[in-house]
């Protein structure tokens, strides 16, 4: 990165505690996930291996390789870990994470409503093992919480462990802490932005308009999470200011007049 | 494909006749038809070179060679078909098939209104030298065809020859099968359904809302077409219940509860 | 490209100065550069350097060398030009082009709302040492220029020392030329092209409903611009009426009947 001009945000570098991006892999081949490193990963901190695509992705073990060679942290979405838990295999979860050396671990119960009680103890014992970061929020339309609801859930998993709670919008950008027409929930994301502590979220924000709506409100460093591989760059401009949705954010007022 | 997870759906393996996955390249280069093989292959039965993008897309000869070598079958878009019997060019046309080994045709008239006589006419003819799939519906919005009339072509076409018909629904999956909104037209499908045979229709659904409806309502392995390459793998996911949408299709009801 | 059918029309051969296509990249790999090029080269004039994405894409010098090699102009988006003249460091953005042998610069001001003659100015001045297009429109959905502005503004640009001017659309084709659903403001597309001359103005299409549009009004040779890389194949059938939506526009009239 040429470090040409003045007045740009400061980003932490890797690794970092805030500021952090977790892109979605779908199904990326071996040499497109190369591809995405070479450009994006002094930018991307986690890589998501989405929803059950790892069982299914030939090369995975490979893949991840190479997202760990270029000092980026895979995991698998938490969807995986809920079709292991419904099916009463959460000691075969656990040897499926340890064989493929996997570090991170997503804890989540968007599909399968466990009780809260089983998904604390579930962050509880992984978190012994390794690092977890838990979801909160249903994928369901018709299943919604109340923003108090949300808070204490997720008070209640950072406690029990987890080092990140995710607010879940689906790679369509259209539930938990959005709108149906992808718009935010502003009085929600207060609340949750207020109560659980904005370093100890990450925000869910597939959609441009969602990622500049929270970089404008708690600037470039805000953590954000379902970013397209190939909107990583985009992103990261986004963060800066280098692009017009945040080209005023980071100026000082003087050059605004 | 680590056999981990009991309770998938089973997924006929290749060559298949039912669980089909028509996949539609735009206009990959070479090196992208090789990553999408990378992981697809398996996933891919057919794989349509969009419209006329045949025509103009530079290493298209060794792109077909690619597809072949990976175990797909590499067809043209019903649209150049249409631009060739526009021209009165049904030769030509089938000399360029031969030319390029192709082995599996479209013939539809979503863009040009050939009689439906001529069309069967084209079936029997092609269908005598290779396989044919025809495609039913029109691209126009203002070309709406009955229930009835969709099921008398569909079953028309299959008698003079086709193997499969294709059900429109465009790259953008608004028209045909579906409303405006990309929402799925429910009675015409059931007609269809019912009275052509879920067996020997491909449902265009680029969509995920649409493919996670075809799958809850006719299963894993309800043939569906247009899906973009990158998004072979997270249709697979979907074929066995291992994303979000579909999650609880396939499970026994004792885990359900 | 196979020569194949008669009524396809004809498009003139690089370098041409109309029916140019202006592609965005947002931050491409090198060897994702190379795939864009391996297909598209042919139809692609002008490669946009997407907003500030030069300044934080590793290994981007590299990337303007595989343009430039296969026979395309690579230039940084307007958005950077802004980033620069806002900080008051328009000499340190001559230097920037300089030290990468840029040649095509793009003059906006959809971000930072300069004065007109300032704009002027600069363009004047960049137009001595190279090629120049500017851009006329806001990225604001709240500044709306009337059409008589539009034309002034960009007969004024012309003056001054562009080449051509750009009709503000951004990437997502909502604001500018377009309403808030992605539909052309006709009226104004209109007076623009009457009185500003169609073979001066590069119009932002980054829609598929868009491009079709203007392919259908104003022909094969309109010239487009923010086209996604992995769109030129199929915008190019779409100018060459290879796809559905302009199959009939270029045939001779005993064809359609």
């Known amino acids: 990165m040429e470090k040409i001009l003045p007045f740009l945000p400061d980003r932490p570098s890797k690794p970092r505690t805030t500021g952090l991006t977790m892109v979605m892999d779908k199904g990326l081949s071996l040499r497109e996930a190369e591809d995405f490193m070479s450009v994006g990963s002094e930018y991307t901190d986690f890589v998501k291996l989405g929803f059950g695509t790892s069982l299914i992705t030939p090369g995975f073990g490979e893949k991840l390789k190479i997202y760990k060679k270029a000092g980026c942290i895979p995991y698998f979405g938490g969807t995986l870990f809920e079709a292991f838990i419904i099916r009463n295999m959460f000691k075969e979860f656990v040897d499926f994470i340890d064989k493929h050396e996997i570090t991170l671990v997503e804890i989540s119960d968007g599909s399968y409503e466990m009780s809260q009680e089983t998904k ?11 690092t977890v970061i838990s979801e909160v929020g249903s994928k369901k339309k ?98 800066l200011g280098l692009r017009g949705d945040t080209f005023f954010q980071f100026l000082p007022d003087n050059l605004k007049a």
């Not at 207020?194 to 953590?223: M, R, T």
């Open 120 to 130: 604390l103890e579930c962050i509880r014992i992984i978190s012994r093992r390794g």
């Open 142 to 239: 018709d299943i919604v919480y109340s923003p108090g609801e949300w808070v204490t859930m997720m008070k209640s998993e950072l406690e029990a462990g987890s080092v990140k709670v995710i607010a879940e919008a689906r790679e369509s950008g259209t539930v938990g802490i959005y709108n149906d027409d992808g718009s935010v929930n502003l009085l929600l994301i207060q609340e949750i932005s207020e109560n659980v502590g904005l370093e100890n979220v990450i925000w869910e924000a597939p959609l441009k308009s969602q990622q500049a709506w929270f970089i404008k409100h708690f600037g470039a460093n805000v953590n954000l999470g379902n970013i397209a591989p190939n909107e990583i760059i985009p992103l990261e401009s986004l963060r």
